[in-house]
């Protein structure tokens, strides 16, 4: 028999909401919601708060459905149940002990519970008694940058086949860069692109461009930007404006390490004669050449993409920018992005501080040696 009990957590908002609005769904008929499902915010900042919370959560799953009938309880984006200064209070942990007994000893028939919390501690007793007799779905982010882009890009892809829609590689690039981790701004802007396209169709790079563009989205390629040119003062300022909008800390990281991980690509490059930069009356212009068994072999089967399909005007905006650094520095700049996003999936400390000492860290050097090369 399944479980009535059900625990959903992860640092994927948008994945975790969407999976206990499922559960919901499938366990009270759309006509039995009125009077049979109860919704509890547990997204609390105060101990009182949170302790109110968890006594509205236990009073309702001791309260039986309307005239016997099914009744579900979501508790729903539950903020204490992680090690944070509400979660250890002893009189929130006094609250969440009724409800561990209840999960433990088995609720009433015709009940069915949902949890769904951004953190859960798997070393607290909530947690072990849903262990034991819940079904838990746990939606968490990658700790390294580079499989956090792999699992977002998969999840694109994933969502595109949903909708009966194509994306080119450039196009999946852009859009990755713009919309960053967060699934339910994917899903959003997905959304947005299928309304406008045809099923089958194939979505090309002026289409992201054009439809997915915002505000949000805009400072996001600015902050990548603003690294590629090492301009501090412009990507610190970049940086709050996104945080003040509530943009993803996860995926502004990732959106760094992307542009990072190019940078180096480009950068070796230059250096090993394979990316050949030429003057001209208009400028600078690069162009490939004829490449080495080594390079051949990484370029057309080890990386996602191969660098030489990409459109002209980024090749060289990339490989400019890849001139600004030396190889040990954005070395430097790939470990300080790996450690910053390490920080914000484990630690306490404010994403918003997370992030300001990851672009002071990889750019702090800046100020005195880049206005000097004119």
């Given at each position: 028999m399944v479980s009535p009990v059900?625990?959903?957590?992860?640092?994927d908002e948008y994945s975790v909401s969407t999976k206990a609005k499922e559960i919901v769904d499938a366990a009270l008929p759309p006509a039995d919601r009125t009077l049979g499902l109860e919704v509890i915010d547990g997204a609390t900042e105060t101990v009182d708060a949170a302790c109110q919370a968890a006594g509205r959560c236990f009073e309702a799953l001791q309260t039986v459905g309307f005239l016997g009938g099914a009744k579900a309880v979501w508790f729903r984006d539950v903020s204490f149940?992680?090690?944070?200064?509400?979660?250890?209070s002893e009189a929130v942990k006094a609250g969440v002990e009724k409800l561990t007994g209840l999960v433990e000893r088995g609720l009433s028939q015709g009940t069915t519970f949902v949890v769904s919390a951004p953190k859960v501690d798997k070393r607290f007793a909530?947690?072990?008694?849903?262990?034991?007799k819940a079904q838990i779905h746990e939606f968490a982010l990658a700790d390294k940058p580079w499989q956090?882009?792999?699992?977002?890009r998969e999840r694109v892809i994933e969502l595109l086949r949903e909708a009966g829609l194509g994306m080119d590689e450039d196009a999946l690039d852009a859009?990755?860069?713009?919309?960053?981790?967060?699934?339910?701004?994917?899903a959003n802007e997905l959304e947005k692109l299928a309304v406008s396209a045809a099923p089958g169709k194939q979505v090309k790079l002026r289409d992201v461009l054009e439809l997915t563009s915002s505000s949000r989205s805009a400072l996001a390629w600015d902050i990548a930007d603003a690294l590629g040119k090492r301009e501090l003062g412009s990507a610190l300022e970049v940086l709050r404006r996104l945080m003040f909008q509530r943009e993803s800390p996860i995926g502004l990281v990732i959106l760094l390490h992307g542009r990072i991980r190019e940078l180096m690509l480009y950068r070796e490059a230059l250096d090993k004669g394979w990316?050949?930069?030429?003057?001209?009356?208009?400028?600078?212009?690069?162009?490939?050449?004829a490449l080495s068994p080594e390079a051949e072999t990484k370029y057309a089967g080890e990386l996602n993409k191969d660098p030489r399909t990409t459109h002209p005007f980024r090749v060289g905006l990339l490989a400019g920018q890849s001139k600004l650094f030396s190889p040990k520095e954005l070395r430097m700049c790939q470990k300080a992005v790996v450690d910053a996003h390490r920080k914000l999936v484990s630690s306490r400390v404010p994403p918003a501080v997370v992030l300001e000492l990851l672009v002071i860290q990889m750019l702090k050097?800046?100020?005195?040696t880049h206005s000097g090369r004119g």
């Open positions: 059900y625990l959903i957590f992860g640092e149940l992680a090690d944070t200064v509400v979660g250890r909530f947690y072990k008694a849903c262990k034991a956090a882009e792999k699992q977002t859009f990755m860069g713009k919309v960053g981790a967060d699934g339910r701004q994917i990316l050949r930069e030429r003057n001209g009356y208009r400028g600078s212009t690069f162009e490939w050449v050097d800046v100020g005195l």
